[in-house]
């Protein structure tokens, strides 16, 4: 089976040059590496390896059409085979085959497996053993064992980072719904609609390194995007996502959230103050 793997971006070009040093050493390459910048232009050298194929998409309001992107990214892919990688996310030598091993075994929605990396880990030329045995693992993913694969029905932990799929299934699920505008609940949509769809779900011990980077803990900068994306989700499927990050806001009184009579409103947006003090660079970067 041949793999496209699809990144959205928008600035971190750092991060972006540092998965295309980690797509260069993997045991098996991509077939094609598709890049979409969300309200940008993607500048990458080219590669003898693979081929690099660019492309963008225009909000004209949001700064991080998610859905959008990534709906336009699979649109490009000439594989049946297709690799979602965060580009914030480094792949393991080995991610792309046990992807595709995994693809070739079940037809499912596989998340891989992120580890984090701490701070400059990925400064100068580093070396791919180094993120290996300093990269620690997220307290809320299942442990997996080498190559080890394992079915699920806890499509609520799918999240983005880093997951595989067919064509055939993104395409039986519809896609992304760009009707989520921006950051915040997109993905547990999808995830939603791939069960819905019959679509079965489960992780893939496929690992990508994923690099340190500041975190607004809760995500004050955008607080809008979530609010929104949250009456849309629960509109569409009758509950609550991202439900400690609203509580979170109701905390600082920001929104107005009443679970029982199901209604949530804004009641004012934080200041930059407040989102300065909320962000921080966390020990692992989640």
Known sequence: ???????????????????????????????????VGMNQEVSLPDSDRFPIRTSSVHHPTEPLPLAQARNHAA??????????LDVDCVPSPDMIGNMTKALRTEDRLWMGYPRYLPADA??????????????????LQPRLGEQERKASDQYEMF???C?????????????????????????????????????????????????????????LNHLKPIVENAERFHRKWGVWPMESWL???????????????????????????EIEEATSLTPAGF
């Open 1 to 35: 089976m041949k793999i496209s793997v699809l990144t959205i971006v928008r600035g971190r070009q750092a991060h972006l040059e540092n998965q295309l040093k980690g797509l260069l050493q993997s045991e098996i390459l991509p077939h094609e590496w598709i890049v």
């Open 75 to 84: 649109s490009l892919s000439t594989t049946e085979g297709l690799v979602f």
């Open 122 to 139: 990925v400064d100068g030329d580093w070396q791919m053993d180094q993120l290996e045995q300093i990269a620690v693992d997220h307290p």
């Open 159 to 161: 999240w983005s980072l």
């Open 163 to 219: 997951f595989a799929i067919s064509l055939s299934s993104f395409q039986q699920i519809g896609g992304f719904d760009d009707s989520f505008d921006g950051y915040g609940g997109e993905d547990t949509d999808f995830a939603f609609s791939a069960r819905k769809a019959g679509v079965t779900f489960g992780f893939v011990n496929a690992i990508a390194y994923h690099q340190h980077h500041s975190v607004c803990k809760p995500p």
């Open 247 to 273: 509580n979170a806001f109701v905390d600082r009184d920001l929104i107005a959230f009443d679970k029982d009579a199901n209604s949530i409103a804004i009641q004012r947006l934080p200041s930059d103050s």
